[in-house]
Nanobody, 115 residues
């Protein structure tokens, strides 16, 4: 069993930066893949970035070059550094954790980018 707590969302001006965190607790030894997803009002939830246990990363085209995903296994925490933010990045951001037997989702954190 894994519990996730997200933090770091808020309001930022276009061109600014924001950093999100996703802290895991419980049976964290089994965590393998981690990722970030987002969902804007009236739209489907979409993939943002992922990172595996070996450190391999992947990004959606819309955020490539602006966002950086990382993880600190000692702290059981995943991060998303968001730079050069655009109004189109406005959404609720969710962290996703895969243990090999189950998928866990964070509660979501609101990111709002003003023009």
């Amino acid at each position: 069993q894994v519990q996730l707590v997200e933090s770091g969302g808020g309001l930022v001006q276009a061109g600014g930066s924001l950093s999100l965190s996703c802290a895991a607790s419980g049976s964290t030894f089994s965590i393998t893949n981690m990722g970030w997803y987002r969902q804007a009002p009236g739209k489907q939830r979409e993939f943002v970035a992922r990172i595996s246990s070996d450190g391999s990363t992947g990004y959606a085209d819309l955020v490539k070059g602006r966002f950086t995903i990382s993880r600190d296994n000692a702290k059981n925490t995943m991060y998303l550094q968001m730079n050069s933010l655009k109004p189109e990045d406005t959404a609720v951001y969710y962290c996703r954790i895969f243990t090999g037997t189950y998928v866990y989702w964070g509660q979501g954190t609101q990111v709002t980018v003003s023009s």
